[in-house]
């Protein structure tokens, strides 16, 4: 006979006797309830040094966290933990129900790895539309190799070759899943359509212009650079093949169509030669 008895789920009474009395307890009501795996949820990798945020879910209180099998945080539904690269760290949880029972999570292992990181750069300098411009992934050292590359073209690969202005974007993955994407610039030219071309006659001096508030003009009459031709009106006073040579902030330049002016005389000498008639 014992003060103790392991039971399971019923109804209980305890005798106890005393110099030969006897007594009854009240009926004791025993329920075993089933234990319940607290909900955990978390990342098992994380790329670089982010944190880590891990979650607790369902109707429980007393959450206690552990970190290595060390209580780190108590009477909270989240933890966030931050690491370092090459790092992990186990997580359990546990938590009361509304019974009053304490139930523990699984254990949760996270580590912490390289994440992707890279530039994008070209040869071209400035990279204008117009030239077969090579924009190229330069991975960091420290980057786990090698990267599988993918850009918003639906090109992939660690380089392109564009040729029109845009932002073009890289994004990289490497084998534990960590991405990262960067984004480069091709420029525009200035855009010259404006500018008259083809061929064209006039009997007086015509001028001509081209778009305003760029950083670089120079006009050019039969391949030649005209002096003082460094605004975008130029007057067309002698026949010729006039083109426009332009530049934009960005560094890039273009050069117009060409225009075949013909200026004509148009000047008549007219000889007179008066005959008297006879009169009636």
Do not use: R
């Not at 090459?86 to 009053?100: C, F, M, R, S, Y």
């Not at 918003?152 to 932002?167: F, L, M, S, Y």
Request: glycine content about 8%; overall charge negative.
């Amino acid at each position: 006979i014992s003060n103790e008895l392991l039971v399971g789920s019923g109804t209980y009474t305890v005798f106890s006797y005393w110099n030969g009395c006897k007594s009854i307890s009240d009926p004791v009501n025993v329920q075993v309830l089933q234990p319940v795996q607290v909900p955990l949820t978390g990342p098992t990798i994380i790329c670089g040094d982010d944190q880590a945020t891990y979650e607790c879910s369902g109707n429980f209180t007393n959450h206690k966290w552990f970190v290595d099998g060390v209580l780190f945080l108590v009477n909270s539904s989240t933890l966030d933990f931050s690491s370092a690269v090459g790092q992990t760290h186990t997580i359990h949880l546990e938590a009361t129900d509304p019974n009053g029972c304490v139930h523990a999570s699984n254990i949760l292992s996270t580590t912490w790895v390289e994440d992707v990181q890279f530039a994008l750069a070209s040869p071209n300098a400035p990279p204008c539309a117009g030239d077969d411009v090579l924009i190229q992934v330069i991975a960091n050292p420290s980057s786990i190799l090698p990267l599988e590359v993918s850009w918003n073209t639906g090109d992939t690969g660690e380089d392109i070759v564009v040729q029109n202005a845009g932002i073009y974007t890289a994004t990289a993955y490497n084998s534990d899943g960590c991405s990262s994407s960067e984004s480069f610039e091709v420029f525009p030219v200035p855009d010259l359509c404006t500018v008259p071309s083809g061929c064209y006659s006039s009997c007086e001096p015509v001028e001509i212009c081209g778009p305003v508030d760029l950083a670089y003009y120079q006009w050019f009459l039969d391949g030649l650079p005209i002096a003082g031709g460094n605004s975008n009106c130029i007057l067309l006073d002698q026949s010729g093949t006039y083109n426009l040579e332009a530049g934009n902030d960005f560094g890039c330049y273009t050069i117009s169509n060409s225009l075949e002016f013909t200026l004509d005389d148009c000047e008549c000498d007219i000889t007179y030669d008066l005959t008297p008639t006879d009169q009636e």
